[in-house]
């Protein structure tokens, strides 16, 4: 039983409410305050997704930089609520296409119908996106209008290159449940791995931690279809001791399937089976802890020198590890840095890259938007620190990164094949995409 639900923004910025019981005994805005000042006063950046105060439970998910947050005041498991607010989520984004700010403010009273049909009295009835159709009137409002003819798409003067052969980025960034009357949607199916890395690294260079959470997540943009089948690595073993095939074993250690997914094949072929509906839905999620079959993507090499004029000099070379071909977007390296840092000068062994002097945060941020496998790079930083000690040095790191990197699994699961049993009209296409990012990269100094 829900009493509220609201979305803040990254900022605490309200973006919708909706009270379902009138049980708050302060008004919206005091519980808004109260819930992003508990958020914001926990260290670092690992909230917790339950919280209490004053006989009333606060449970959130965070997406895409939003606080999705539900009240309630009653003994209600927290994992049905998580789950309520996770499919929320999912709901808004098959109608809008996304989640941000942006759509929130424009499909207002789109979300706000959804969450009217979804709950009674703070009680939930519904999140079948099928039996939903049939009651939500409101239009999405498209913050850009998609196009598959856009300028990544098409081939110089028109001619057919392996470029039309791609789907541009924002393919699976459209409603999956397309306007009233709208016969003009291409029928579409994306099957995305996703992984996502939990690394601990010791100073002198040895791994003390190495984890992979990894989900293979279905987007349909189908109105129906017969069943799918999806073939997976045929050496992928679960469990320590399962061996597979005569080639390099994929395994993990743990996997869970979606209800809907049928496995009498996957024993004995690693095939899937499965009947979509429009919408998206996670069909194996999987873990890896310690034993990774292939090299950590980064490793960071720290000097710390202190010059006669008392200026600490931090040089970091960093080592991707991937395949030549293989390459990391959107690295991120955070440096923490004594307290008593007035100024920085720095020094990179390239154009592209920037940095900065976090003075809140009391670190530097190295941004690197794209580094080839097999490279290496590094950056020379000088800083100002008046009465520096070797007290102070102890402030310096651990170091934390964030990346990405497209086309990849860190676990080395592949998708063999992505089959229909019998002809779909209309010949969808369908596309497998892979994507491994860091959750958690630190790095000890």
Known sequence: MLSQIFILSSKGDRLLHKDFRGEASGGSTDLVDTFYRKITALPRDQAPVFMAHEGLHFIHVRHAGLYVVATTGHHTSPFTIIEFLNRLVTLIRDYCGSLSEKTVSLNFALICELLDEMLDYGYVQTTAPDVLRNFIQMEPVLSKAFSLLDLGSVGLFGADTQQNKVAPSSAASRPVLPPHGDQGARNEVFLDVVERLTVVIAANGTPMKADIQGEIRLKSYLPSCSELRIGLTEEFCVGKWELRGYGTAVRADQCAFHSSVKLDEFESSRILKVTPSPGELPLMQYQLSDDLPSALPFHLFPTLERDPTGRLHVYLKLR?????????????????????????????SSPEQTAELQSSLKAIRWV???????????????LEIPGLSSSSLLEVGPV???????MHT????????????????????????????????????
């Not at 071909?325 to 440096?335: E, G, H, R, W």
């Not at 938007?369 to 490279?375: E, F, K, L, T």
Request: hydrophobic share 40%; aromatic share 8%; proline share 9%.
């Open 400 to 406: 934390n990164m964030s990346f990405e990197l497209p």
């Open 320 to 348: 991707c590890d991937l395949a030549p071909k293989s390459q990391a977007l959107n690295v991120q390296v955070q440096l923490p840095v004594p307290k008593g840092v007035v100024s920085l000068s720095q020094e990179l």
């Open 368 to 382: 690197i938007p794209r580094i080839q496998g097999g490279s290496q790079l590094s950056a020379l930083f000088k």
């Open 410 to 445: 860190c676990s080395g699961l592949q998708i063999r094949f992505l089959r229909f049993t019998a002809p779909q009209p209309g010949l969808p296409h369908h596309w497998v995409r892979y994507v491994s990012h860091s959750d958690s990269y630190v790095i000890r100094l």
